[in-house]
C-alpha cells in the first residue's frame, strides 16, 4: 500500500509536469509572436522625442498624439477606407464567382475539368512581382487605374482560385444525395443552390470570406502600383512618414497598429471557427 | 464520390474562367509579348527570339538571386514545419485557452506585410528597437542593414514570426480530427510518444502538412514586400531574393524584355515544383480515399 | 488472466458531485470472475462506457477501487493493466502492415524479435488473416480492421481481460455475425476474461455468459440471458431485454393476488404488504389469449412474425403484448387472457419484489 501511494504520487507529480511544460512552450511561441506588436503599441503612445531621446519599456509620457493625427488627416485615414473597400470588394466578387465554379467542380466531371482545375491553382503561384507591370499596363488602358476596382480585380488572381479551392473541398463533404433530393422535390438549380446548397456550406463560405479577406487586406505590392492617389491603400500612404525631418516613428507605429486593427477583429468575430477553418474543408 | 459527366457544367465555371482570364491572361500574354521582343523606345517593338532568355541564363545576378531563393525557401521550410507541428502540439485542446491561443496566434497572418516589415525594421533597430537594443546591450555587434548575416537572421526570424502560425494552425486542425480512441488504444498498446506522433498523429496530419509546405514554399518563394521594407534587399544584393530583384529590373529600371524572361522563368519554377507537390498530394487523397 | 473487483466504485464527471443524480455511474461493488465473458447492456448514456474506461484505466473513477486479483489498479495506468481494448471504431495504424500492427504491443514492450513473428502469426492465423499480413492496413475493411484491433490486443499472452465497446456498429450485419461467433470461439479456446459493451440486447445475450444490465448509471441486473428473461429484477430489465419487452400492468397486490380494477390475477408466491408504485410484469410470452379463462382484454392489431403472432392488446386501459404459437388460430372471440402464476413478477417501485412460497 505504501510504495501505491508513492507510485500515485510520482503519477501526478509527472501529470503536472507535462502540462507545465505545454504551458511554458505555448507562453514562449506567444511571447515571441507578441513581443514584436507590443513593441509597435509601445511606439505609437509616445511622442517622437521620448522615442528617440531614451529607450523604455513602457510609454513614460503616455500621449494619443499620433493617433489623432492619423484619424483627423484625411490623407491619412481614406487610405484605411480605400483598403477596407477594395478588401470588400475582392472577397465579395471572389466569393460570388467561385461558388458555382467550385460547384461544378465537386459535382460534376467535365472536358477538362482537371487541367482546369490545376491552372486555376497555378494563378496562386503567380508571384505578384510577374505581375505588377503588366497590371500596371492593363488597367491604365482600359481607365481603371487609381481605382478601387482595378485593385480588387487584381487581387482575384489569387484568391479565387483559393476561394474555389476552398469551397471545392467543403462541397465534397455535402452528400449528394440532398442534390438529388432537392431536384426530386423540384427546386430550380438557382433556387437550390441558393436556398439550401449554400447554407450548407456557409462555413466554408465563411473560412473562404476570411482567406480572401486575409489576403487581400496584408497585399501590397499590387495595390500600391495599382493606385496613385484616389484609391490609395493604407500601406503605401505609411511610406509618408519619411519627411524631411527625418522619420516620424510615432504616427508611422500608430499606423502599423492601426492596420492590426480590422484583422484583429476579423479574427476576434471568427475565433471559434478558426481551427476548423484552417482544415480548408480537407480533414 | 461519383461524379457525373455533365457538359453544361462548364456554364458554371465560365465566371470564373472570364474573370482569371482577365486578371491573369492577358497581363501573361503581355509578359509573353515583352519577353520576344525588343525596343528603341517610342513603343516600337521588334522581335528578339530567345536573345532575352539567353542573356537571362547566363546572368549571374539571376542565378544568384535563384540561388538565395532557394536558399531562403528551404531555410524557412525547415524552421517552419517542425515549429509550427512542435507548437500545434503543445496547443490546448479545447476551452479557454485553445480559443486564447488561436486568436494570438492568428494575428500575425492579418497584418499587412509592409507591416510586418515595419514592426521589424523598428524591433531590430539598436536605437530604438527592443530586439536591437538589447543585443546590443549585450554586447552584440548586430545591425541588419550593414552586417550580412544580420541581415538574414532577420529576415529569417520575421518569416518564422509571420507564417509559422499558419503551419501551426493547419497542424492543429489535422490533430483535431483524431478521435480521442487513438490515443486510448496507444496507451493500452504502450505507444511511446514518439511512437504516438509518428505513427497516429502525422498519418493525421499528412494531408494539411501538404498544403502547409505548398504553401509556404509558394509564398516563400515569391516573397517581396517584408524584406524589401526591412532591408531593402541589401546589404548589397545579400536579400535580394528574386521578386526583389525582378521589381527592381521592371519598375525600376524598366529593363521590359529581360524583366519578361525573367518572370517567365520565374513562373516556370514555381509552377514546376508546385506542379510535383500538387501531383503528390493528389496520390495521397486518393489513397486515403 | 484475472479477477476483476470494483469495490464501492462510483464516478461522476463534476469536479464535486453533491446528489446522485451527479454521478454518471453509481455506487457499484461487482466481481468479475476470471475467464467469462459478460456483456455490458444498456441504452446510450447509461453509464456502461464510463465503466468500461474505469477498468481499462482511461478514466479514474471519483470514488472507490478497482483490483484485478486482489491488486489495487486504481490509479494505475493503463498500460501497466495489461488489458486489450477494441473500440467501436475500428483503431488500426494506417500507415502500419497489418503485421506491423499486431507486433505493435510487443514491440513496444521490448519483446523479442523471433518471440514477435511467432506471436504474430498465431494471432494472424487466430484471427484469420495470415494471407494479409504483408498489406497496409489502410484501405481494409471495417471489419478486418476491427480483427486486426482485436488481434493486437490479444496478441499480449498476459492480457488481464478484453474490453470490447460495441464493437460491431460499423460492421456490415452479416460480418457481425461472423465476427460474433468468432470471438465466441476464441473465448472458449482462450478463456479470457471478456467484457462487451453494447446496446444490442442480441448481441449480448449470444455472446455472454453474464449480461450486466444497466439503467441510468447503475446495475440492475447480473445474470445469465435465462435470468434476465425469467426474473427480470428491475422493470427496465423487464421491456429492455425481449421482444417485445415485459408487460408491466400497475396493480395492488395482497397476499397472492394482485388486484386489477377489481378483478385478480394469481400469483405463484405470497407477498407481504407493499409501498409506493407496485406493478405486475408478465413477459408476452407467458400470456395466453383464450375465449374462456381470464380476464377480458380488448385486440387492437395482430402481427405475424413468422415464427409466431405478437397480439397487442388493451388490458384495463394498459397495452399489453401477447405472444401466440404460429400454429395457435385466432379468433374475434378470444377476449380473455390469463397469465402463469409461475411467471408473473411483482415490483414495487420498479424493483423485483421476492415474496415468499404461496
Not at chain 1, 143 to 162: M, Q, S
Not at chain 2, 14 to 26: C, D, E, Y
Not at chain 3, 56 to 68: E, Y
Not at chain 3, 205 to 217: C, E, I, N, P
Request: glycine share 6%; with cysteine; proline share 4%.
Amino acid at each position: 500500500m505504501a510504495d501505491m501511494t508513492v507510485n500515485q504520487s510520482a503519477a501526478r507529480s509527472k501529470a503536472a509536469v507535462k502540462v507545465n511544460t505545454r504551458a511554458i512552450v505555448m507562453g514562449i511561441y506567444l511571447l515571441f509572436l507578441l513581443l514584436p506588436i507590443y513593441w509597435l503599441i509601445n511606439m505609437s503612445l509616445k511622442t517622437n522625442t521620448e522615442i528617440l531621446s531614451s529607450f523604455s519599456l513602457w510609454p513614460r509620457d503616455l500621449t494619443f498624439q499620433n493617433y489623432a493625427t492619423i484619424l483627423t488627416d484625411p490623407s491619412w485615414y481614406m487610405g484605411y477606407v480605400n483598403s477596407l473597400i477594395y478588401v470588400v470588394m475582392n472577397t465579395v466578387i471572389s466569393i460570388v464567382v467561385a461558388l458555382p465554379a467550385a460547384y461544378a467542380f465537386s459535382r460534376y466531371s467535365f472536358m477538362g475539368d482537371k487541367h482546369l482545375f490545376f491552372w486555376l491553382l497555378t494563378n496562386r503561384m503567380a508571384p505578384p512581382a510577374v505581375f505588377a507591370l503588366p497590371f500596371f499596363q492593363l488597367y491604365s488602358s482600359v481607365g481603371l487605374f487609381d481605382t478601387h476596382i482595378a485593385v480588387a480585380l487584381a487581387h482575384c488572381l489569387f484568391n479565387v482560385p483559393l476561394a474555389v479551392w476552398i469551397l471545392e473541398g467543403f462541397m465534397r463533404g455535402v452528400p449528394k444525395e440532398i442534390d438529388e433530393t432537392a431536384y426530386i422535390d423540384g427546386y430550380s438549380f438557382g433556387r437550390f443552390f441558393i436556398k439550401i446548397f449554400t447554407p450548407l456550406i456557409a462555413s466554408g463560405v465563411g473560412v473562404a470570406a476570411f482567406f480572401c479577406f486575409m489576403f487581400s487586406w496584408v497585399e501590397l505590392l499590387l495595390s500600391r502600383t495599382l493606385t496613385s492617389v484616389e484609391a490609395k491603400p493604407i500601406a503605401a500612404t505609411m511610406t509618408r512618414t519619411v519627411s524631411a525631418s527625418g522619420m516620424d516613428w510615432g504616427v508611422l507605429a500608430a499606423a502599423g497598429v492601426l492596420t492590426i486593427v480590422p484583422g484583429a477583429l476579423v479574427i476576434y468575430f471568427v475565433r471559434n471557427y478558426i481551427a476548423k477553418g484552417f482544415a480548408l474543408g480537407r480533414v | 464520390m461519383e461524379k457525373t459527366v455533365n457538359q453544361k457544367a462548364w456554364f458554371l465555371v465560365l465566371p470564373v474562367l472570364l474573370l482569371v482570364a482577365f486578371s491573369a491572361v492577358i497581363p501573361l500574354m503581355t509578359v509573353v509579348n515583352y519577353a520576344f521582343q525588343d525596343t528603341f523606345g517610342n513603343n516600337v517593338f521588334f522581335w528578339a527570339g530567345l536573345s532575352w532568355f539567353e542573356e537571362l541564363i547566363e546572368s549571374d545576378r539571376m542565378w544568384a538571386a535563384l540561388g538565395r531563393q532557394a536558399i531562403f525557401s528551404a531555410i524557412i521550410l525547415a524552421i517552419e514545419i517542425p515549429l509550427g507541428i512542435f507548437v500545434a502540439l503543445n496547443m490546448p485542446k479545447k476551452g479557454f485557452w485553445a480559443s486564447f491561443c488561436l486568436v494570438l496566434m492568428s494575428l500575425p497572418l492579418l497584418i499587412p506585410w509592409n507591416v510586418v516589415g515595419t514592426i521589424w525594421q523598428i524591433f531590430g533597430r539598436v536605437d530604438i528597437g527592443l530586439l536591437g537594443y538589447t543585443l546590443d546591450k549585450l554586447g552584440i555587434s548586430y545591425n541588419y542593414t550593414q552586417d550580412f548575416y544580420a541581415a538574414w537572421i532577420t529576415v529569417i526570424v520575421m518569416d518564422v514570426w509571420h507564417w509559422t502560425s499558419l503551419v501551426a494552425l493547419l497542424a492543429y486542425a489535422g490533430l483535431q480530427s483524431i478521435p480521442d480512441a487513438y490515443y486510448q488504444a496507444a496507451k493500452i498498446d504502450q505507444a511511446s510518444r514518439w511512437n504516438v506522433f509518428r505513427y497516429i498523429e502525422l498519418p493525421k496530419m499528412a494531408g494539411v502538412l501538404m498544403i502547409a509546405i505548398l504553401l509556404r514554399f509558394m509564398d516563400s518563394f515569391m516573397i517581396y514586400t517584408e524584406p524589401f521594407v526591412v532591408t531593402g534587399g541589401g546589404p548589397g544584393n545579400a536579400t535580394t531574393f528574386l521578386s526583389i530583384d525582378l521589381v527592381k529590373m521592371a519598375l525600376g529600371q524598366f529593363d521590359l524584355g529581360p524583366a519578361a524572361a525573367f518572370s517567365l522563368m520565374y513562373f516556370l519554377v514555381i509552377l514546376l515544383i508546385s506542379w510535383v507537390f500538387y501531383t503528390v498530394m493528389t496520390n495521397l487523397d486518393k489513397r486515403e480515399g | 488472466m484475472a479477477k476483476i473487483t470494483l469495490d464501492n466504485l462510483a464516478h461522476s464527471y463534476l469536479p464535486n458531485p453533491t446528489s446522485e443524480d451527479d454521478f454518471a455511474l453509481k455506487q457499484l461493488d461487482h466481481d468479475w470472475v476470471d475467464g467469462e465473458a459478460y456483456a455490458l447492456l444498456g441504452s446510450s448514456g447509461c453509464g456502461k462506457s464510463t465503466l468500461l474506461n474505469i477498468i481499462s484505466g482511461l478514466l479514474t473513477p471519483s470514488q472507490g477501487r478497482i483490483l484485478f486479483d486482489g491488486k489495487d489498479v486504481t490509479n494505475a495506468p493503463t498500460a501497466e493493466r495489461n488489458i486489450a481494448q477494441v473500440f467501436q471504431f475500428p483503431v488500426v495504424y494506417d500507415t502500419m502492415t497489418v503485421r506491423d500492427n499486431l507486433a505493435f504491443p510487443l514491440k513496444n514492450r521490448g519483446e523479442k524479435p523471433a518471440y514477435i513473428a511467432e506471436r504474430v502469426n498465431q494471432i494472424a492465423k487466430m484471427i484469420g488473416m495470415e494471407h494479409e499480413l504483408g498489406r497496409k492496413a489502410r484501405g481494409l475493411t471495417a471489419d478486418a480492421k476491427q480483427k486486426i484491433s482485436l488481434g493486437r490486443g490479444m496478441v499480449r499472452e498476459d492480457v488481464n481481460a478484453l474490453l470490447f465497446d460495441e464493437p460491431l456498429t460499423v460492421i456490415d450485419p452479416h460480418m457481425k455475425w461472423e465476427l460474433r461467433t468468432q470471438l465466441k470461439k476464441l473465448h472458449h479456446e482462450f478463456g479470457h476474461t471478456m467484457i462487451y459493451v453494447t446496446h444490442d440486447q442480441t448481441e449480448a445475450l449470444t455472446f455472454a455468459d453474464k449480461v450486466v444490465v444497466m439503467y441510468d448509471g447503475r446495475v440492475v441486473q447480473i445474470g445469465t440471458p435465462e435470468e434476465l428473461f425469467e426474473t427480470p429484477e428491475h422493470t427496465f430489465v423487464g421491456y429492455f431485454i425481449g421482444s417485445p419487452g415485459m408487460n408491466v400492468i400497475p396493480a395492488k397486490v395482497d397476499g397472492d393476488k394482485a388486484y386489477i380494477n377489481g378483478s385478480y390475477v394469481q400469483l405463484g408466491r405470497g407477498y407481504a404488504p407493499l409501498d409506493g408504485k407496485v406493478e405486475i410484469g408478465v413477459r408476452p410470452e407467458f400470456a395466453t389469449l383464450s375465449e374462456t379463462d381470464g380476464l377480458p382484454v380488448k385486440i387492437r392489431r395482430i402481427e405475424d412474425v413468422g415464427r409466431h403472432k405478437i397480439i397487442r392488446a388493451e388490458f384495463f386501459g394498459s397495452d399489453i403484448n401477447i405472444i401466440a404459437n404460429e400454429g395457435t388460430p385466432i379468433s374475434a372471440d378470444m377476449n380473455r387472457v390469463s397469465f402463469d402464476p409461475a411467471h408473473v413478477n411483482v415490483y414495487a417501485n420498479d424493483w423485483r419484489v421476492k415474496g415468499e412460497a404461496a
